[in-house]
């Protein structure tokens, strides 16, 4: 179905036994390092990116999870992150929008 590179296959790999060995060291270090030892939050932290990272990799059946991402929705994703705290004033503006996009939709 997808033509996926086996590098791409390796590399999700790497990543996922680097996020298990990271967060295995964070749980370590948190049951015996000290109260102030800063490297098991650390790991930890790293160890949540890393898994987020596994996750977004593509697989033998499902491609990359931005493969789908076209540079409109880039566009869109980028403004309603930057205008996320202040979206209860653009909500008029949205539903207009919305309304305006469904009567110039194209029809069947």
Not at 22 to 48: H, K, Q, Y
Not at 76 to 103: E, G, H, T
Request: glycine share 6%; hydrophobic share 60%.
């Amino acid at each position: 179905m997808n033509n996926v590179e086996p590098t791409l296959i390796d590399r999700r790999h790497r990543v996922g036994w680097a996020a298990i060995v990271c967060l295995g060291m964070a749980a370590t270090g948190i049951t015996f390092a000290e109260n102030d030892s800063v490297w098991p939050a650390a790991a930890l932290r790293v160890g949540i990116v890393l898994g987020a990272l596994w996750l977004c990799l593509p697989t033998k059946t499902r491609p990359a999870a931005w493969a789908a991402l076209t540079n409109g929705r880039m566009v869109a994703l980028v403004i309603a992150i930057l205008l996320w705290n202040r979206i209860k004033y653009f909500m008029p503006f949205l539903a207009l929008a919305v309304v305006i996009l469904w009567f110039i939709r194209p029809r069947k």
